[in-house]
């Protein structure tokens, strides 16, 4: 699969899981270097914000728009998965005064790869949205054509609202 990044063409490692599928396996560490894998997440509905940088401008609109929604939902898991190191996300998170949502680390790749959204040339994942039920199936997805555009937050949610 390929995406955009400011017009120029980017290819991933290979086309994304879809809708109906599950989640593969994998692992990323959270704030503290422990590992969260896969079905760690199972048991709760779960949304997945991917982000290529949070260090860029709409990486972190992405990250506050969900960080915002995360209390109204608390019988839901959220994640947001970019490659930057848990160094570099926790420094993010201190400026910003982003508490609640759990950033987490691919800095293995090992989310990249599994699901397919790694950028292997700019190692970094391509912006999308996931959001999965509680045993582990893929009920929304949307994978950002162009990596510098936000994705569609009110039907993220709403997808997430109904596995609620």
């Not at 063409?9 to 894998?37: M, Q, T, Y």
């Not at 992405?62 to 960080?67: R, V, Y």
Request: proline share 5%.
């Amino acid at each position: 699969m390929e995406v955009t990044l400011n017009g120029e063409v980017r290819s991933l490692v290979g086309n994304p899981p879809a809708v109906g599928e599950e989640l593969p396996h994998f692992k990323v560490f959270d704030k503290d270097g422990e590992k969260i894998k896969t079905r760690f997440l199972f048991g709760k509905p779960t949304l997945i914000s991917v982000i290529p940088n949070i260090n860029t401008s709409v990486c972190s609109i992405q990250t506050k728009k969900f960080n915002e929604e995360v209390d109204k939902y608390k019988e839901a898991n959220f994640l947001t998965v970019s490659t930057n190191t848990i160094e570099e996300q926790q420094n993010w998170c201190a400026a910003e005064g982003v508490k609640n949502m759990q950033l987490v680390s691919d800095h293995e790749e090992s989310f990249g790869y599994a699901m397919k959204l790694l950028i292997p040339d700019e190692g970094i994942l391509a912006r999308s949205v996931w959001v999965v039920d509680a045993e582990g199936k893929i009920t929304y997805r949307e994978i950002c054509p162009e990596i510098v555009m936000e994705p569609d937050y009110a039907t993220a949610i709403t997808e997430l609202k109904k596995l609620l």
